[in-house]
């Protein structure tokens, strides 16, 4: 259940649905942020719709938000999640080393580059200090969860026996 409602209220759920919203196209941004392409930017679009999930609760009362967030919202963040299915590599990652005792993992950033509107992360990940994986993404999170896809890609390698 939580994993489910995790990937429900996930930043790429909510940037999708507000997408299909079509809400980047109403947002009122500063110079420098609409320069910068702040219109794609998932944190500042998922940002905006949670608001304006608040200003309606603000306005209407609860009922008046459930009935939008079950009504409209809820839909399309199901839609978002399409296949995802367990989309989360890093919780399968943990559960696997976990159930099999094989160590310690533990994420670190190899490095960051670009300007600060469009950086790009390189995570790795380590069990018990050994690398099995690594990757890039825009945001330090996306960045963890390709290395750990990768890193389950291996370690299911290791067990096939390749």
Same mark, same amino acid.
Request: charged share 25%; net charge negative; proline share 2%.
């Given at each position: %259940? ?9 930043? /790429?759920?909510?940037?999708?649905? #507000?997408?299909?919203? /079509? ?20 944190? $500042?679009?998922?940002?905006?719709? /949670?608001?304006?999930?608040?200003? $309606? ?5 609860? /009922? ?8 409209? $919202?809820?839909?399309?963040?199901? #839609?978002?999640?399409?296949? #995802? ?11 696997? =080393?976990?159930?099999?005792? %094989? ?21 790795? =990940? ?5 690398? $099995? ?30």
């Amino acid at each position: %259940m939580t994993r489910a409602r995790a990937r429900l209220v996930c930043e /790429e759920a909510l940037f999708k649905a #507000a997408l299909a919203l /079509e809400l980047p196209a109403y947002l009122r941004l500063g110079n420098g942020e609409e320069l910068s392409g702040g219109r794609e930017k998932p944190s $500042i679009v998922s940002d905006a719709l /949670e608001a304006v999930i608040g200003a $309606i609760y603000q306005d209407g009362g609860l /009922e008046a938000a459930r009935s939008v967030v079950v009504g409209t $919202i809820l839909k399309l963040l199901e #839609a978002a999640q399409g296949d #995802a299915g367990d989309k989360d590599c890093k919780t399968s990652l943990q559960e696997l =080393v976990q159930r099999d005792h %094989m160590g310690t993992l533990r994420y670190e950033l190899v490095s960051q580059a670009g300007p600060e509107h469009h950086k790009v992360f390189t995570m790795r =990940v380590l069990l018990s200090n050994r690398e $099995i994986g690594s990757g890039t993404g825009s945001t330090k999170q996306s960045a963890g969860q390709e290395a750990a896809r990768r890193a389950l890609a291996l370690l299911s390698k290791e067990a096939d026996g390749e």
